[in-house]
């Protein structure tokens, strides 16, 4: 037990107090983006929606998403991380008091665009903050405490977000707004007027891993150019496609098949991030003893195919459990280190476009994932679904393995 002790206390030490600080932030502002899981019950339960008309509506998330990353990562470059984190989380509150007076299709559609587009332009500012104010030997521990903020506010907004729409859906909409407030005023006391840390590009440092220094590799040009991150970051998508049905078919699957109620979907997603808190960190730790950056990926994409595969046999309330806690621990292994190998690609004058590339392979799953997920549920079943995913994900395992090696010089 005390060995545990000292290495969850390892793996805490040396972050900064600005990693910590925009850690915080993104917990205040996560936890109440309770809306977001339960859009798909939303639009099917409250507003009758079909599945498909429910799949375009959530594929407009993503086309927000991609604009307001690539916007994101230009803006970075050009004004700074800072003003472009605070106008992101200050500009998102109008929009989403206004989202529950639009309940056509096609305006929820146009709303939920916008919304998207002004929320995600954060996400590239965010990480270009968490590489200039993280040690360099850090940066990968600086990633996973940012989103163990984000699954612990995962944790306690989808539970919330349970009861409150057994409610009202509309509360959702109003928290959220709340919560991307107080962000944006704790960001903006604490940020205002402080020097950065990392001003220049990382050098190598003993403290580093080599693999880290080679992968480091000045990259002069835009980040479209760079043939190789491009190939990773199609991968990347391939990946984020098959995950992303956590956020569009899975709560409907959840609801119309395993028969749950909101507030059950609630507890199985915030298990899921409180999962992720007690154990992404720790995890990391181990990882960058025992593993190289390229095996982590590898692994943890791996293993992501059983979370869909085991619907196939059964879906009661165990087997949810289990598969909800395998494809955690596939993005624990997963998201922190394609973040890092992303900031590390990059030159201090490209960082902000090239973490708004890795914000668009989200972007673009967010696309495609949910009208594909609901368009293939509802033509041909979930079980199809489900083997579709696990192939698209396994395709997305070797990919990164062979990208990642060749761009960390790992044989």
Known sequence: ??????????????????????????????????????????MTKELHFTDVQTGYVLACFGAGS?????????????????KLQYLSLLGSIPIFILLPYFTSVISLA?????????SDMFRPANSVAITRYAKPENITRAFSLNRMAVNLGFSVGPAMGGLLAAISYSLLFYVNASAAFFAAVVFIYFFKGRKERNETP??????????????ITAQ?????????????????????????????????????????????????????????????????HLAEKKLTIQKTIFYGSLI??????????DHSLLTIFI??????????????????????????????????VNGLTFAVAFIISPVLGTKIATDFGYDILWIFVSILLLIAAFGL????GKMVNNK
């Open 202 to 215: 990382v050098k190598e440092n003993e403290n580093v891993t080599i693999e880290a220094q080679h992968a």
């Open 220 to 284: 002069n040009t835009s980040p479209y150019k760079d043939k190789l991150f491009m190939v990773y970051s199609f991968f990347c998508t391939v990946y984020a496609i098959a995950f992303l049905q956590l956020f569009s078919t899975i709560p409907i699957f959840y609801e119309k098949v395993a028969g749950l109620n909101e507030f059950q979907i609630g507890l199985v997603l915030g298990y899921s991030g409180l999962l992720i808190v007690l154990v992404e960190m720790l995890l990391v």
């Open 110 to 118: 146009l709303m939920i665009f916008f919304q998207s587009m002004v």
């Open 323 to 356: 598969s909800i806690s395998i494809l955690s621990l596939s993005e624990m292994l997963i998201f922190p280190y394609t973040s890092t190998v992303t900031a590390l690609r990059a030159n201090e004058a490209k960082k902000g476009a090239y973490m708004g």
């Open 66 to 82: 991609m604009f307001g990353s690539m916007l994101g990562g230009w803006f970075t470059d050009k004004l700074g991380n800072y």
């Open 1 to 42: 037990m005390r060995k545990i002790f000292q290495i969850y206390k390892d793996s805490y030490s040396g972050l900064s107090a600005e990693s910590w600080m925009l850690a915080i932030v993104m917990l205040i502002n996560r936890a109440g983006s309770m809306v977001f899981p339960f859009l798909g019950v939303y």
């Open 401 to 404: 393995n062979y990208t990642v």
């Open 304 to 313: 992501s195919p059983f979370a869909f595969a085991i619907f196939l046999f």
